[in-house]
Structures are given as structure tokens and as C-alpha cells.
């Protein structure tokens, strides 16, 4: 840290994990270049597909800062070492493009879906806070921040973390400026600067406690791998809050234009199956004759290449920033459907903002993720579930606990991937959960059902919102209990006789068309002693799309995308 020294610690003759991130910071696609290389071209002879003037050999040359921050699995795996070191623990990554560092891991942070938008983070237990600096583990960041707003000096976090001066000062750049919005009058200048740092109008509210006044659209620039020597040829965008838009003043083709919005970083329940069907819905778009604009911020996708899309916005997936993008691009429709929970937790905002959400409704979702709603709409059509109720409270959930009788399932509403989802034997097992899903602050209440050890049995269904295409029934080997993503699953079914099969397609068929859906649902159900009961109803594709669209031959992205924008399943030859 005190010198220029460096040495080699390693050489591997190959790609790694690192080279998707360095190819979508810069621009220069170092897989596509290498490949023609391996072929016999020479680097003055491959053209540079972003600018078509430059060539490979022409350096790339940055007018921005690229942030990458990591996801990690620690929500996960309550108890588990936060400890980091030579050891990966990482699942996925964010990528964030910025005209400064500060603004940079701020829309970092807030894109790590880590239920953050600034970088104050509460601690995550009561030691004093330089104890906790010399933790190197993933809140180090947070707590240096913390550290700076209590007055430690940029060379003492230094002296304890060995993290270069550069960085720290940059986070007490953000530190003096949080106390300067604290403390002083809002004017439109202070505002512009929050917007320049890297700070959403709900953070800015948060902050300095008034109300805005003041509103600015964000402003977009365009990659181009040539410091603005050369103009670029792919659209592919990052926000500033300059007075000229390149997106804005970008030729258009005049076709009509959908947002197609990505999943996210990569994390345990939420991986690439999402960017599969993100990007075949891309492609299907296209060939449709739609502009077809992704939002994204994981530079390990497909999604996140420059010529996926019509157009690439490099943004977190917030309201905000979702917002903005809505702003310059006019879309006659949002597909939430193919983005996991990441999208969908969107669906609300767009909804109240009169976005137009192409596929399931948000109300539909609504009535899906709703306890009751979605309770008397089982009751409507006596499709059986197990016994539960939803709770915000340890001693409602230990109430019901005894009401059903243990073994008791909890899950946090609105969540993928089973996180945070336990099957509890007894009191101080729910107690336990309770304490610990309350403390993370949660917004939605707890589902407690009874457990049953049955067989579980998954269907994607496609609806036009009149007939319903079910290519196949996939059943769980281990008892219910195990996650879907950690059990194997057999299709065709190995032991479903003709009668639950017809079951499991009459009960499909009426909650696809009684929640309005246009495209994917996702029905997980549960056979116990021969009696079929709903799990979960999930109006989004589902992590099985790419599983069961390669087994049974039939596109199921492609179909979805096509009913999405009206296209009739009968039309396409599955009426």
C-alpha cells in the first residue's frame, strides 16, 4: 500500500471469471477478440464492433469509473463466517459505471440488492467500531463509512485496514457531504450535487430530513472504449447528471419499444436461468419487430452484452433508476416476468406510476404473494393448500405454531430461492427464526404452514388468459422440505397415476386464467396420502424454463414473449 512495488501471483492461459466484467467496463469484448486472434487475425485487423472506426490494437481509454462490488450468500446462511480471504464466498457480482468513484459505489451498493441505497449500514452486532474495521469481512466497507462519520481519521482506518488512502478518502467525500446535507438549507445546487454523488431522491429525503423541491432527469452517456476520441456505434448506456443525453439524442428506428427488465446479480435461487429467458425473450421481441431495451447490471450475462438489445441501460434495478430510464425511452410496455424477484418487486411501483406491465398484472402477482387473496382464491375453486396464516409477530407465529401443530414451515412473503424458509419442530426454533427475520427489518409478513411430508410436484404453465399450454409435469424425488433447486426432479413424472395427473392440470388451468395471466406461471404443488394441495403460485418464469423448454422441445420463452404481446396460443399452434 505504501509503494509501487507489485509481483505476479499467478498466469492462467484462459479466460476467467474476470475477463466478462473487463470486456463490459471497457467495451472491448476480449473473448470475441482472443477467439479471432486463435484464428490468425492480428489485432489491426479486428475491428472494434463498438466504435466500427477503431481497431483491436487501438487501447481502450476510459472517461468513467467501473465499481464492482460482490453478492454474497451470508442472508442465506445465518451464523455462517463472514469472514473473507483466500477462500471465494461470492455467488455473483454487480457492476456499476459512474463519472466519479462515489457515485460509482453508490449505484453499486444500492444495485447489490442488499436492502441498501446509501452506505449507512447498521452494524451487524455492538463492538466498538474499530474492532470491527480490523474484520475483513464483507460490511468492511460499511463500517469504514461508519468509522469516518464518527470522526477516525482516513490515516488511522489506514493504519488498521491497509486500504489504500485513495479509497477512504473517496468514502469521506460521501461522509462530508451526508453531514453537509444534514445541516444545511436544501438548494437546488446541494440537490444537483447529491444527484452527482450518487444519491436517489429517497436517500436525499432520508438524509437531511426535507422534502425536494427539485426534480432533474438523469442524463446518459455512451460507452465507447475511446475516452469520446471516436463516437460509438452500439448503444450502450450509464447514467451521469450532465446537461447532455446521448441516449436522448440517439437515432431511433421509429418501432415500437419494450423494456425487458434482468435479474440482478447472480445469487443462490436467482442465477442464470433468469438471463436464459431474459435474453430469449430479447430475441423473440426482435423478431417481432419491437425496440427491444434491457436493464441490467450484472456484467457475468449474456443480457449485459452490447448487442443483446436494441439498447443496454447498465443500471440498478430500483425504482429510481428503473424511472429514469422510462423517462428517455417511452415504452409501450415493461416485461417483468423473466427477471425473478428482482422484477417483480418492481411491479407495484410501475403499477402506481401507470407503466404498462406486459404479461401477468400486478394485480394478479398481487393476489399470488397475498396470503388472503390469494386463500379465497384457492377457496373459489376448493383447491386444497396446507394449514398456515401469515404473521408480523413472535407471538402470533408461536400462537399458530400450536394451532397447527409442529412441524411448522416459515417463509418471508415476496422472497426467491427459499431464503430464509425453515421447517421448525418447536417453540424455541420459531423463536429463534422470529428474532432473527425481524431484526433484518422485514416489510411483509411471515408465512407459517403446516408441514407435510409428501411428494412435491412442480408445473410451468403458458396462459393467453383463454386456453393454457402445459408441456410437462416435473416430479421431486425427496420429500417435500427439500428446496426445488437442491432436489432432483424426473420428467415425465415416475408415480402419478391418470387421475392426480388430470388434477394437476384442471387445477393449473384455473388459477393460470383466474390471475389474468398473459405468459409464465409457475405452480409448485404437494401429493400427500393421495390428496393434491397448492404450495406456491409464482406469475413469473421460474429457475425450470430452460430445464423444461431443452427436455420437451417447446420454446417456452418464445411463446410467452409472443402471447405477452397478444399473440393467441391457438394462433400458434397450441390452442
Not at 463472514?82 to 457492476?95: F, H, N, Y
Not at 442465477?271 to 425496440?291: A, N, P, Q, R
Not at 388472503?372 to 404473521?391: N, Y
Request: one cysteine or more.
Amino acid at each position: 500500500p505504501e509503494s509501487f512495488e507489485y509481483c505476479v501471483i499467478e498466469v492462467n492461459p484462459r479466460v476467467s471469471r474476470s475477463s466478462a466484467l473487463a470486456s463490459k467496463a471497457t467495451g472491448y469484448p476480449i473473448a470475441k477478440v482472443a477467439a479471432k486472434i486463435a484464428l490468425g487475425y492480428a489485432l489491426d485487423e479486428i475491428k472494434n464492433a463498438v466504435t466500427g472506426k477503431t481497431y483491436a490494437s487501438f487501447e481502450p481509454a476510459l472517461d468513467y469509473v467501473v465499481v464492482k462490488i460482490p453478492k454474497w450468500p451470508f442472508d442465506k446462511f445465518a451464523g455462517s463466517s463472514r469472514k473473507l480471504g483466500t477462500q471465494m464466498k461470492a455467488t455473483g457480482e454487480v457492476m456499476a459505471i459512474a463519472e466519479s468513484f462515489e457515485s460509482g459505489i453508490m449505484k453499486a451498493v444500492r444495485g447489490a440488492e442488499i436492502s441498501l441505497d446509501t452506505l449507512n449500514a447498521k452494524p451487524l452486532d455492538d463492538s466498538p467500531v474499530r474492532e470491527r474495521l480490523a474484520r475483513m469481512d464483507d460490511r468492511r466497507i460499511f463500517t469504514i463509512f461508519e468509522a469516518l462519520k464518527a470522526g477516525i481519521s482516513v490515516d488511522e482506518i489506514f493504519d488498521i485496514t491497509k486500504i489504500d488512502r485513495f479509497f477512504i478518502s473517496k468514502l469521506k467525500n460521501l461522509a462530508d457531504f451526508e453531514y453537509e446535507l444534514e445541516c444545511s438549507p436544501m438548494s437546488k445546487e446541494l440537490y444537483i450535487k447529491a444527484k452527482k454523488y450518487g444519491y436517489t431522491d429517497r436517500a436525499i429525503k432520508k438524509i437531511s430530513g426535507k422534502e425536494l423541491d427539485f426534480d432533474i432527469c438523469a442524463s446518459y452517456k455512451m460507452v465507447d472504449t475511446c475516452g469520446a476520441e471516436f463516437d460509438a456505434q452500439t448503444p450502450y448506456f450509464y447514467s451521469t447528471y450532465d446537461s447532455f443525453c446521448e441516449a436522448r439524442s440517439f437515432a431511433r428506428s421509429g418501432k415500437p419499444v419494450i423494456m425487458v427488465l434482468g435479474s440482478g446479480p447472480i445469487r443462490i435461487g436467482q442465477g442464470i436461468e433468469f438471463d436464459y429467458s431474459s435474453v430469449h425473450c430479447v430475441w423473440t421481441l426482435k423478431k417481432l419487430g419491437y425496440d427491444v431495451v434491457i436493464v441490467n447490471n450484472n456484467p457475468e450475462t449474456v443480457s449485459t452484452d452490447y448487442d443483446t438489445a436494441d439498447r443496454l441501460y447498465f443500471e440498478p434495478l430500483t425504482p429510481e433508476d428503473v424511472m429514469n430510464i422510462i423517462k428517455v425511452e417511452n415504452p409501450i410496455g415493461v416485461v417483468v416476468a423473466f427477471g425473478g424477484q428482482t422484477a417483480i418487486k418492481l411491479t407495484k411501483f410501475l403499477d402506481d406510476n401507470n407503466i404498462r406491465i406486459l404479461g401477468t398484472s400486478a394485480q394478479g402477482i398481487d393476489t399470488a404473494e397475498d396470503r388472503e387473496k390469494f386463500d379465497a382464491l384457492l377457496e373459489k375453486f376448493s383447491i386444497k393448500r396446507p394449514k398456515g396464516t401469515s404473521v408480523l409477530t413472535l407471538s402470533e407465529a408461536i400462537d399458530v405454531g400450536h394451532t397447527l401443530g409442529y412441524p411448522v414451515l416459515l417463509r418471508p412473503s415476496y422472497v426467491i430461492g427459499g431464503q430464509n424458509m425453515q421447517i421448525t419442530h418447536n417453540d424455541a426454533e420459531v423463536e429463534r427464526y422470529m428474532k432473527r427475520i425481524l431484526a433484518a427489518g422485514i416489510e411483509n409478513p411471515v408465512l407459517v404452514d403446516k408441514y407435510m411430508p409428501g411428494s412435491e410436484v412442480e408445473v410451468d404453465v403458458i396462459s393467453d388468459g383463454k386456453d393454457v399450454l402445459i408441456p410437462g409435469i416435473m416430479q421431486h424425488i425427496e420429500r417435500a422440505g427439500v428446496h426445488s433447486g437442491d432436489s432432483i426432479a424426473v420428467y415425465p413424472p415416475y408415480g402419478i397415476n391418470d387421475k392426480m395427473t388430470q388434477k394437476i392440470v384442471d387445477c393449473s388451468t384455473k388459477l393460470a386464467l383466474s390471475l389474468g395471466t398473459k405468459g409464465l406461471v409457475n405452480i409448485q404443488y404437494l401429493i400427500y396420502n393421495n390428496e393434491l394441495y397448492v404450495i406456491e403460485v409464482n406469475p413469473r418464469a421460474s429457475r425450470t424454463i430452460p430445464y423444461i423448454s431443452k427436455v420437451t422441445g417447446v420454446p417456452m420463452v418464445d411463446i410467452a414473449s409472443r402471447v405477452m404481446t397478444g399473440e393467441s396460443l391457438l394462433s400458434l399452434g397450441y390452442g
